[in-house]
Every structure is written in C-alpha cells, then in structure tokens.
C-alpha cells in the first residue's frame, strides 16, 4: 500500500492544477463546445503535444514501467471507424454533462455533487460494455 502513495500524491496534486486552471468548468467546457474560446482547446492541445512528446522519449530511451518491463508500442490502427465513433459517444456525454469523466472525482470532491448521477452512469456504462465487449468489433 505504501507504494501506491506517491500516485495518490500525483493524484492530489493534478486535482488541486486542473481546479485551478478552470479547466474543470462546466462554463470552460460550454465555451469550448460553442468555439467561444480557446482556454480548453489550449489545455488539450498542450496534453496532446505533451503526450506526444512523451511517447518519443519513451521510444527513444527505451524507458521502462515501474515494474521494469518494457513498453510496447502497439502500430497503427488502419481502421478509423470506430474512434470516430468512440469520439462522438465521448463528446456527446461531454457536451450533455458539461463534464469528463477523468476529472469527475475532482468536481465531486469540490463539491458539486449532482455530477455523481453522472459518475454512476459512467461506471454503468463501463460494466456494460465489459459485458458485451466480446460482441462488438476490435
């Protein structure tokens, strides 16, 4: 258990960044979807470059998780279909909650708790899909 401290500590510490960059706010979030203005798109384009950036580093020093293994880098999908499908799914969540579903322990912790309608119907709609992912194309 005490190993798993220092993602706890990350955890809090990613919290305390995303309450205090607004990019928690459902106004942030609504201003996005309506292209009213760039704070979000400035948020996720950073993730974006940072994560890649990251996958380079990875790539090209060969680092290795915290079990020591080395990470494998899966190829390229050819099909695309179903990320634009996932996409619209994820987006249209987004868009009805005002909220995405990484930061929702955040939002609860801080005290809007109607978002756990919101954290159940995530979870539910994880467990179903553990439930039928044996039927759907991958």
Not at 73 to 97: E, S
Not at 114 to 129: E, K
Request: charged content about 10%.
């Amino acid at each position: 258990m005490v190993k798993y401290i220092k993602f706890f500590i990350i955890g809090i510490f990613f919290g305390i960044v995303a309450a205090k960059s607004e990019f928690l706010s459902w106004y942030r979030i609504y201003e996005m979807f309506r292209f009213k203005s760039f704070h979000m798109y400035g948020v996720i384009g950073t993730a974006v470059l940072l994560g890649i950036v990251m996958v380079w580093v990875f790539k090209r020093y060969n680092i290795r998780d915290t079990q020591r293994q080395t990470i494998i880098h899966m190829p390229k999908q050819t099909t695309y279909y179903r990320y634009v499908f996932g996409g619209i799914i994820f987006g249209l969540g987004w868009a009805m909650t005002g909220a995405c579903p990484g930061p929702l322990y955040i939002l609860i912790g801080s005290g809007f708790y109607t978002l756990i309608i919101t954290l159940i119907s995530a979870l539910v709609g994880t467990f179903v899909y553990g439930l039928i992912k044996h039927k759907l194309p991958h």
